[in-house]
C-alpha cells in the first residue's frame, strides 16, 4: 500500500515557564502511525489528549511554545518526492514548499477561518497565487468555481462575502480553500463540531467525495465523536495522554475494542443499538494525567480496572491482535518492540 505519512517515535512539547522554572508538556510523546492513499482515518481521544498538537505536529507547525523533541515523521507525495520534519530550515520554507500544496490543516475554528470582509474569490485568488505567480485572476475564479461545484456549493458563492453563507456553507467554502491545490493529505479538526446534525452529514458527505474523487489521498479526521467516526472513517486511531493506545479497523476496534481506554470511550457514548442502550452509557473514573509529569509505566494505569503492576513500572509496547495494533500489557504480555 502506497504510504502518504510515517511517523516513528515522534515527540513534540510545549515549554512552560513558572516563574524561573521551565516545565515540558510532553503533548506529543513517542507516536507510531503510517497514514496510507486512500485511508480516512479517524482520530478521537478525550480533550487534552494531544490531538490538535498532534496535527500541528504533522503539519510541521511547530510555533513556540511548541517544539519538535525528536523521533521521525515523513510526507510521501505522489511523485514519490519525501519530506523529513528535520529538513526545513524555517516556518516560511514549510509554508512555502509543503503546506497546500502536499498537506493541509483545517482547523477547529474553521468557521471564523476567512476573512469576513473579503470575498471568496479573492480568497481563492490569494491561496492560488501564493503557489503560482502565473495564475490571472480569472484562472482563479474558474478553478474556484469547479471545486465548489464538486463540494455542491453554486458558483455565485464566489461573489459572496463569509458573513453570507450559512454555517454549513462556509464549512465547505473552507475545505474547497484548503484543497485548491489538491494536497496528498488533509487534516480536519472537530469539522462537524459547531454544526446542526443535518449540517454534519452535508459535511461529512462532502469529505467523502473529496476522496473519492481523488482531490485528496488521505483525510485525517479529528474528533471525540466516535459516532462520527463510524459513519466516515476506515480506521480509527485513539490517543491518550500524547500516545497513541489502539489503531485498527473502525468497525471492529468499535465492536470488540482491545484497549481498555477505547472500551471506556465507546461505553461512554450513548447508542442506537438495543443491547447498547440497555446497558446504559458509564464514564471513565478519575482524571486524565498530567503531562508535565505523566504517570510511569501505561499512562492510562490509575484509571484501569485491569492494572497490574507491571502497568505501573512499564511501558507496554505494540502487539498486534488480528488487524489491530494495541499498546496495553493484557494482550501477550505487552512485550515492546526492540
Known sequence: M??????????AYYRQLKGTTEYLVKAV???????????????????????????????????????????????ISRDGERFEIGQFKSRDEVKRRLWGKHITYVPQDALNALMPTIRIKKIA??????????????????????????????????????????????QRVVLAMATLL??????????????DVTTQKIVLKSLLKLRKLNLVDS?????????????IANRIVVMYAGKIVEVGPV?????????????GLID?????????????????????????????????????????????????GVVEVGKTQVACWLYEGGRKND
Open 2 to 11: 502506497d504510504k502518504r505519512m510515517v511517523l516513528e517515535e515522534l515527540r
Open 29 to 75: 510523546d513517542g507516536v507510531n502511525l503510517e497514514v496510507y492513499k486512500k485511508d480516512i482515518l479517524g482520530l478521537v481521544g478525550e480533550s487534552g489528549c494531544g490531538k490538535s498538537t498532534l496535527a500541528k505536529t504533522m503539519m510541521i507547525d511547530l510555533t513556540p511554545p511548541l517544539q519538535y523533541m525528536g523521533g521521525r515523521l515523513e510526507i
Open 125 to 170: 485568488y490569494d491561496v492560488l497565487r501564493s503557489h503560482n505567480n502565473d495564475i490571472n485572476f480569472q484562472e482563479a475564479v474558474k478553478t474556484t468555481k469547479e471545486r465548489l461545484a464538486e463540494l455542491d456549493l453554486p458558483d455565485y458563492v464566489v461573489e459572496l462575502y463569509p458573513f453570507q453563507l450559512s454555517g454549513g456553507m462556509r
Open 182 to 195: 489538491n494536497p496528498e493529505i488533509l487534516i480536519v479538526d472537530e469539522p462537524t463540531s459547531a454544526l
Open 219 to 231: 483525510i485525517i479526521f479529528i474528533t471525540h465523536d466516535i459516532a462520527t467516526v463510524r459513519q
Open 251 to 263: 468497525d471492529s476496534v468499535i465492536r470488540d475494542p482491545l484497549h481498555p481506554y477505547t472500551k
Open 268 to 316: 461512554s457514548v450513548t447508542s442506537i443499538e438495543p443491547e447498547k442502550r440497555e446497558k446504559g452509557i458509564s464514564y471513565i473514573p478519575g482524571q486524565p494525567p498530567n503531562l508535565i509529569d505523566p504517570p510511569k509505566g501505561c499512562r492510562f494505569h490509575p484509571r484501569c480496572p485491569y492494572a497490574m503492576d507491571v502497568c505501573k513500572k512499564e511501558e507496554p
